[in-house]
């Protein structure tokens, strides 16, 4: 199957700096993109979808200006948390759409905000 | 209330045994996807069922999805100790091909 990475796989940043995870389709092209969100033991909430050279569409409830998210290529979309809380401290992982319907997840980073 | 219930919520069988989850849509399933995951990793594609009836299998495990009921079976032959982890079912609810709704998991664990 195709492969996605994410990186860092593992980042502890300070409450008020600004954290980037990077997401990446490495053996195919993906004009798509998902964000997702995961908290011990719960399922993954949909935060955003990336789309190729254009803005993302973000799920009600979830701040864009505080998730900055940019797909700048065919093969990589970034998340930026602006401003990070402890509250922000989760497992994000990403997904990316392989024509024309299968999905394929990164393997996950883990944000802890101190 | 939760748009894909996942039974059960936890699974303990012994090794060798075959094994059942669903996986039921209070809509209507336009593409329904299984993943495995371990905790704290990301998701292992497993299969994707697109077409009412479809039936797919791969190495042991075997998934079928009902239209009508609007569920989908995850069945497990002959389970492994390598078969544990929390299964999720995604699905397509929108039909628009794009973003996937999950359950909430089922955590299968396998006694050897």
């Known amino acids: 199957g195709a492969v996605v990475s994410q990186h860092p796989s593992w980042v502890i940043c300070k409450s008020g700096t600004s954290v980037k995870i990077e997401c990446r389709s490495l053996?195919?092209?993906?004009?798509?993109m998902f964000w997702y969100r995961q908290f011990p033991k719960q399922s993954l909430m949909l935060m955003a979808t990336?789309?190729?050279?254009?803005?993302?569409?973000?799920e009600q409830g979830v701040e864009k200006d505080k998730f900055l998210i940019n797909h700048a290529s065919l093969t990589l979309s970034t998340l930026t948390v602006t401003s990070a809380h402890p509250e922000d401290s989760s497992f994000y992982i990403c997904?990316?759409?392989?024509?024309?319907?299968?999905?394929?997840f990164g393997p996950g980073t883990r944000l802890t905000v101190t | 209330s939760q748009e894909l219930e996942q039974s059960p919520q936890s699974l303990i069988v012994q090794e060798g045994k075959n094994l059942t989850i669903n996986c039921t849509s209070s809509?209507?399933?336009?593409?329904l996807y299984w993943y495995k995951q371990k905790y704290g990793e990301g998701l292992i594609f497993l299969m994707m069922?697109?077409?009412?009836?479809e039936e797919k299998s791969h190495e042991k495990i075997t998934a079928k999805l009902d239209e009508k009921k609007q569920q989908s079976s995850l069945h497990i032959t002959a389970s492994q100790p390598s078969h544990a982890g929390i299964y999720l079912c995604?699905?397509?609810?929108?039909?628009?091909?794009?973003?996937?709704?999950f359950g909430k998991g089922i955590t299968l664990s396998v006694r050897p």
């Open positions: 990336s789309n190729e050279g254009s803005k993302a569409t973000y």
């Open positions: 053996d195919f092209q993906a004009t798509t």
């Open positions: 069922l697109q077409k009412g009836g």
């Open positions: 995604g699905a397509d609810l929108t039909g628009a091909n794009s973003k996937l709704t």
């Open positions: 997904s990316a759409r392989d024509y024309p319907y299968e999905q394929y």
């Open positions: 809509k209507t399933l336009y593409g």
